[in-house]
C-alpha cells in the first residue's frame, strides 16, 4: 500500500494576521515575519520556506485564522494566486448578527446669524456647572 504523502502549509498572505503563533509551532524553523507590510491588510505576514518542512502539519494547528494556514491542495488548487476561499473552504463560519437596515435620520442644519455665517458651536462641556459655579462663589466670600 503507497503511502500518502502529507501535505505542507500554504498561505495566503491576505488571511495572516501576523500573530506568530505558527512561528512559534515550527521546530523547522520554516516560517518567519515578512519584512513588508501587506497593503491589503495593513499587517504583516509571515513567509514560508518550506525547504526543511517535514509536513508535521503543527503550524496550521497553531493557527486561529479560518483562512490562514491551510494544507497545500492536490489537483487543481495546487498552483492558485487568489480563489475565493469560501469556494475552498466553504463558508467561513461567524456568529456576528445578520445586518439591519439603518433608518434614514435627518439632521437639522446648524444655526446661521443674519449674515448667513454659521454660529459657533457651543460646547457645553466647558459651561460651568450650577454647583461649580456655587462652590467658587462660596471659596470667593470665605474670609481671608
Ligand atoms: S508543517 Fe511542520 S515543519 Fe512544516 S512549516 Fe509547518 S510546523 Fe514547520
Ligand atoms: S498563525 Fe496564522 S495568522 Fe498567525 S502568523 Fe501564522 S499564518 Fe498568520
Redesign the pocket.
Known amino acids: 500500500m503507497a503511502l500518502k504523502e502529507r501535505p505542507?502549509?500554504f498561505l495566503l498572505p491576505e488571511y495572516c494576521k501576523g500573530c506568530g503563533r505558527?512561528i512559534d509551532?515550527?521546530?523547522?524553523d520554516?516560517?518567519s515575519l515578512s519584512d513588508q507590510v501587506n497593503s491589503l491588510t495593513g499587517l504583516v505576514p509571515v513567509v514560508?520556506d518550506?525547504t526543511n518542512?517535514?509536513?508535521?502539519?503543527?503550524?496550521?494547528d497553531a493557527c486561529p485564522e479560518p483562512y490562514g494556514l491551510r494544507p497545500a491542495q492536490e489537483g487543481p488548487h495546487q498552483k492558485f494566486e487568489l480563489e475565493d476561499p469560501a469556494k475552498l473552504f466553504g463558508v467561513r463560519p461567524s456568529d456576528a448578527p445578520d445586518p439591519v437596515d439603518v433608518p434614514a435620520q435627518v439632521l437639522p442644519l446648524p444655526a446661521t446669524d443674519g449674515d448667513g455665517r454659521q454660529e459657533p458651536p457651543v460646547d457645553r462641556r466647558l459651561e460651568p456647572s450650577g454647583e461649580a459655579i456655587s462652590a467658587v462663589s462660596a471659596v470667593s466670600a470665605a474670609p481671608q
Open positions: 505542507k502549509p505558527c509551532a515550527c521546530a523547522k520554516c516560517i514560508l518550506l518542512c517535514n509536513a508535521c502539519g503543527l503550524c496550521m
